[in-house]
């Protein structure tokens, strides 16, 4: 049966591919996921980093309260680096051409006569299509240098590296994004002598990516 169902499906990605495609996919932008960071201005001179005796964790970790997350940041590099996560159960997006050739390689497979054996055979397929134009979150940790705390934080982003369209044409792209609050080392002052401080920034995470044009 999980020979009869890759073959099956590979036949469908074949023929999906002789679909003429959309002229509005033809004119979809580049595909990004880039975010933008709080814009500060600040001297790259790094006597202007911290030092040791300003990057007390413990006392940053009472500054920030409620809003210090484990799970999006860290004052060091995590172990597990990368992960993925499904914002939604994977539902298929196939369109009313495609679900019809799909129930068309099914029935000359199995025949003509419907059964339980077929109808199950289709939503595997399904289920097959719902995961190749999936849109996963994925996460990974990025180093924010010395002058963010916690210094590592876990952005989200869209793979963009194959199409997650039948047929193709469209990429994943993010569409919601949430924010966390972590601190920023800030020199203020016109004179060389500066006074500097942690401020509270709000960094942006992709939250959901969708299939788009």
């Avoid at 932008?29 to 600040?42: F, N, R, S, Y």
């Avoid at 799970?71 to 992960?83: A, D, K, L, Q, W």
């Avoid at 924010?144 to 194959?162: A, H």
Wanted: aromatic share 8%.
């Amino acid at each position: 049966m999980k020979l009869t169902i890759t073959l099956l499906f590979g036949l469908l990605i074949g023929m999906v591919k002789s679909l003429p495609v959309n002229q509005h996919n033809k004119r979809r932008p580049v595909p990004t996921d880039k975010l933008p960071l709080p814009v500060l201005p600040e001297d790259p001179d790094k006597d202007y980093d911290p030092k040791p005796s300003d990057i007390n964790d413990f006392q940053l970790i009472e500054r920030l309260g409620v809003n210090y997350l484990p799970e999006f940041m860290s004052p060091t590099m995590p172990r597990h680096n990368n992960h993925t996560v499904m914002h939604n159960p994977l539902v298929p997006r196939t369109s009313p051409e495609i679900r019809k050739l799909a129930k068309t390689l099914v029935r000359s497979l199995k025949g003509k006569r419907r059964n339980k054996k077929s109808k199950r055979l289709l939503r595997k397929v399904q289920t097959q299509i719902a995961q190749y134009t999936a849109c996963p979150v994925r996460y990974r940790w990025k180093d924010l240098g010395i002058r963010f705390w916690p210094r590592f934080v876990k952005e989200g982003y869209c793979d963009t590296s194959q199409s997650c369209s039948i047929p193709s044409g469209m990429h994943c792209r993010p569409v919601d994004q949430t924010t966390i609050n972590i601190l920023r080392w800030y020199c203020q002052g016109i004179f060389e002598q500066k006074y500097c401080l942690w401020v509270d920034v709000k960094y942006p995470i992709t939250s959901e990516c969708k299939c788009q044009c």
